[in-house]
């Protein structure tokens, strides 16, 4: 068994090679993969007949299933017929799926392939618009975009955009990639005499013009950085089953202290001057946005492109002064229509081991970080109920001491408490944090019931006061 596979180039006549005309005027079965190229046209004046493979794009349920039925088509008919000819367009091993299934199931069954090679589309298209494809050209299929971003930014030709479907969801694809405006190229029917057609557009209306299954989409080599997606994909390997186990144990609850610690030693940079550490101290704070994202990403909120999109949605809409009509010449004007637009939105040289624990951090932050610190060479307590008895032990001494020794003994307490809470597993700062929550909230409760009676508080003793508290805790 032996199929003859054919290129018939991008779609002049004579852009044929001399030993695919001969083959094509053979009395050997001749399918094309698809009827609907320009040199087809030629086929009936020059005698040529030939079947085609049509009818899979119209039964199939995706091009997957087109591609494997196709191929098992051609396998029958070089069952049948011993020898075939299969013509596609362009060339044969360029950017064709069902010649690549061919060749893979021609290896399984010992059938014979040969290749009849020709000019492919990639050569018209370079030759029209003067690229080179020797210089990093890479070549996409747009039914098929790579998950991996790695031609972000490098010159590109994206063939297989169909219709006005492919091509919006490609623009779609790389607008998370690219900004909108960046200039792109429509080229159709490359290489054909007369029918040959270069639109030049942006990227965001790519989708506003027509297109065939003769139509590529060229961009230009761009200047976009993506690190970003870099440390996506960082956290995301050690979130994944071969990835690192403490960080596949984390979640938004678990990381909130680190992300206040990581804003705070950005701050203390800034305090000191020290942009190499600002540097750094921002990187640490970028990966907590990133961790954060991803786990958002996992559970099906959001994604980190939504989070980037948010934000230049939002700077974009608060910055009218600049991307809009309205006029603010003064910081204090800006300010003013900033607030205006929220409303309307919404409702060192000796080093010691308690070196680089910020004094801008939050105290209890600060008193547990120095407390883990001390522990990890043993200074530490045995066990929880001697935790307890010092947390005793400084509330007596709270209770007894004089009143200019109350800043002290109380230091003492809270202290007492932070390692407690470190012995409970409890984070110091966020169960304050979560206390003085819930005590707005109820003491906001408490100012409605006030103000529903048309009284004040001075109107109220502490008992009644105390009573709406209660009702507040109850709900």
Same mark, same amino acid.
């Given at each position: 068994m032996k199929i003859q596979i054919i290129g018939l180039g991008p779609g002049n006549f004579d852009d044929l090679t001399l030993r695919a005309y001969n083959l094509l005027q053979d009395e050997t079965h001749l399918? !094309?993969?698809?009827?609907?190229? /320009?040199?087809?046209?030629? @086929?009936?004046? %020059? &005698?040529?007949?030939?079947?085609?493979?049509?009818?899979?794009?119209? $039964?199939? *349920?995706?091009? =997957?299933?087109?591609?494997?039925?196709i191929t098992e088509y051609i396998i029958s008919k070089a069952r049948e017929h011993q020898v075939?000819?299969?013509?596609? /367009? &362009?060339? /044969?091993?360029? !950017?064709?799926? $069902?010649?690549? %299934?061919?060749?893979?199931?021609?290896?399984?069954?010992?059938?014979?392939?040969?290749?009849?090679?020709?000019?492919?589309?990639?050569?018209?298209?370079?030759? +029209?618009?003067?690229?080179?494809?020797?210089? &990093?050209?890479?070549?996409?299929?747009?039914?098929d975009m790579p998950e991996k971003e790695f031609y972000v930014g490098q010159e590109l030709i994206i063939t297989q955009t169909f219709n006005k479907l492919i091509a919006s969801d490609l623009k779609l694809h790389l607008l998370d990639l690219y900004p909108a405006e960046t200039n792109v190229i429509i080229i159709q029917a490359a290489g054909i005499t007369d029918q040959e057609k270069i639109i030049k557009t942006q990227l965001a209306e790519l989708d506003w013009h027509d297109f065939n299954h003769l139509t590529s989409v060229y961009v230009p080599k761009t200047n976009v950085s993506d690190s970003f997606y870099d440390l996506i994909k960082i956290v995301r390997d050690l979130r994944s089953p071969s990835g690192c186990p403490w960080d596949k144990e984390q979640s938004h609850e678990s990381l909130q202290t680190a992300l206040l610690e990581e804003a705070y030693e950005v701050l203390e940079a800034i305090q000191l001057g020290d942009m190499n550490g600002l540097c750094e101290e921002l990187g640490d704070l970028l990966l907590q946005i990133a961790f954060h994202a991803v786990l958002a990403d996992e559970a099906g909120? @959001?994604?980190? #492109?939504?989070?980037?999109? +948010?934000?230049?949605?939002? *700077?974009? %809409?608060?910055?009218?002064?600049?991307? &809009?009509?309205?006029?603010?010449?003064?910081?204090?004007?800006?300010?003013?229509?900033?607030?205006?637009? #929220?409303?309307?939105?919404?409702?060192?040289?000796?080093?010691? *081991? *308690?070196?680089?624990?910020?004094?801008?951090? /939050?105290?209890?932050?600060q008193a547990d970080k120095i407390q883990r610190r001390a522990a990890r060479v043993g200074f530490d307590w045995d066990n929880i109920d001697d935790v307890w008895a010092k947390v005793e032990e400084e509330i007596?001494?709270? #209770?007894?001491?004089? #009143?200019?020794?109350?800043?002290?003994?109380?230091? =003492?307490?809270? @202290?007492?408490?932070?390692?407690?809470?470190? @012995?409970?597993?409890?984070?110091?700062? +966020?169960? !304050?944090?979560?206390?003085? %929550?819930?005590?707005?909230k109820r003491f906001r409760y408490i100012e409605e019931q006030v103000k529903k009676q048309n009284k004040e508080f001075e109107d109220y003793t502490l008992e009644e006061l105390d009573e709406y508290w209660n009702q507040a805790k109850e709900l």
């Open positions: 399918i !094309l993969r698809t009827a609907k190229h /320009p040199l087809v046209n030629e @086929f009936s004046l %020059r &005698g040529i007949e030939y079947t085609s493979c049509d009818k899979f794009y119209v $039964t199939a *349920m995706n091009f =997957d299933e087109v591609y494997e039925n075939v000819q299969y013509a596609v /367009p &362009g060339n /044969p091993l360029v !950017l064709e799926s $069902t010649v690549d %299934r061919l060749i893979e199931k021609a290896r399984e069954e010992d059938i014979e392939i040969e290749i009849i090679s020709s000019v492919s589309a990639l050569e018209a298209i370079s030759a +029209s618009l003067k690229v080179s494809q020797a210089k &990093g050209l890479i070549v996409l299929d747009a039914l909120y @959001f994604n980190y #492109k939504d989070v980037v999109n +948010s934000i230049v949605k939002k *700077m974009i %809409r608060r910055h009218p002064h600049v991307f &809009g009509d309205t006029k603010a010449s003064t910081s204090k004007e800006v300010l003013k229509n900033w607030e205006q637009i #929220k409303l309307e939105e919404k409702e060192e040289i000796n080093p010691s *081991m *308690m070196d680089n624990i910020p004094s801008t951090l /939050p105290a209890l932050l007596n001494e709270l #209770k007894s001491a004089e #009143k200019t020794e109350h800043l002290d003994e109380l230091g =003492d307490v809270l @202290f007492a408490v932070v390692n407690l809470a470190r @012995f409970i597993n409890v984070d110091a700062e +966020s169960a !304050l944090i979560s206390t003085i %929550r819930k005590f707005k």
